[in-house]
């Protein structure tokens, strides 16, 4: 289990009771599918203890806002967990453009030296297998960069985007927040930071302006 505090993206898994629904629990929301679904951490300042998350069902429509005590948490699989051991094959890769873009692109990002693994619906699948790829479906990708990019890390990072088979978006985490590739190759100044706080507008995603 990795040690607290959790990061956004992570998966974690705790028993359905212990977890505190931000609003009504929705129907798809029910016991047989919370005890195979794990949760999503995500961003949000909280009181020492409890773990922001979120609830995703079979369909991209399917969420909802809750927390889970840390205490209750009884297991978490990383993206970067994930990255280590993708499969080298999969059944289910002919129906999912996305795990064999994830394939082709794993050499390029383990090249960089950066931590990275899938996430969004990828990674939920792969670390449980729950049906909740479509045909259609996006690769979510996160790359840990605590230090700014070198230029070479980032022509690697922006040549994965450019090549990858369908629809990518990739969110590099600084340590402070996440901001998205393609916006800070496209704008060459100013992006949006994904913060525990909400976004935050700044020149230098490494050092936010306070």
Request: charged share 20%; hydrophobic share 45%; proline share 9%.
């Amino acid at each position: 289990m990795q040690a607290a505090p959790y990061r956004p993206h992570d998966l974690l898994w705790a028993p359905a009771a212990s977890v505190r629904l931000a609003g009504a629990r929705p129907e798809w929301a029910d016991a047989e599918w919370l005890s195979s679904a794990p949760l999503v951490v995500r961003r949000e300042s909280t009181a020492a203890g409890l773990v922001p998350v979120g609830l995703r069902g079979r369909a991209r429509s399917q969420r909802c806002t809750a927390y889970v005590p840390h205490v209750a948490v009884r297991r978490c699989v990383t993206p970067e967990m994930l990255a280590a051991t993708l499969p080298t094959g999969c059944a289910q890769a002919g129906a999912f453009a996305v795990l064999s873009a994830l394939r082709e692109v794993a050499p390029a990002l383990d090249a960089t030296g950066l931590a990275w693994g899938p996430t969004g619906g990828t990674g939920f699948f792969l670390a449980t297998g729950l049906p909740v790829l479509r045909p259609e479906s996006d690769l979510d990708l996160v790359v840990r960069a605590p230090q700014p990019l070198g230029s070479a890390q980032a022509m690697a990072l922006v040549e994965v985007q450019r090549q990858c088979a369908c629809r990518i978006d990739i969110q590099i985490d600084t340590g402070h927040g996440a901001f998205a590739l393609a916006e800070w190759t496209r704008a060459g100044g100013r992006v949006m930071l994904k913060t525990n706080d909400g976004p935050l507008l700044c020149a230098n995603p490494w050092e936010p302006e306070p």
